[in-house]
């Protein structure tokens, strides 16, 4: 097993609904370090960077409006496996495919109100953390 850092971020609906303590305490029940946090404000420049893979789908204006209606949590997030083991707390991305007892599956109501972002690869996760923790 080895030790790696994460790129975790709570999503608007996430801080509207009051959910930031509870998905922070999961997060830090599951054994994992939050190593560093800040609240931001995305705009649609820095979103377009983070979804650079999605950026020309005609659904993305969508989520520019969604990630930016609020705030966002970004964290640095540390420990045993943490980029897979994140993934598999948080559950799937589509909320009718994400299990109860994970995060997802447990508040997300829609897959573009999921709660909850998650590095999917070590080298995306240093990407992630540098682009959101420069």
Known sequence: MSIERTYIMLKPDCIKRGLMGEVISRIERKGYKIEDA???????????????????RPFFPEIVEYMTSGPVLGMIVKGENAVKGMRILMGATKFEEALAGTIRGDYAFCTSENIIHGSDSPENAEIEINRFFK
């Open 38 to 56: 800040k609240m931001m404000h995305l705009n649609e420049t820095i979103l377009r960077e983070h979804y650079a893979h999605i950026a020309d």
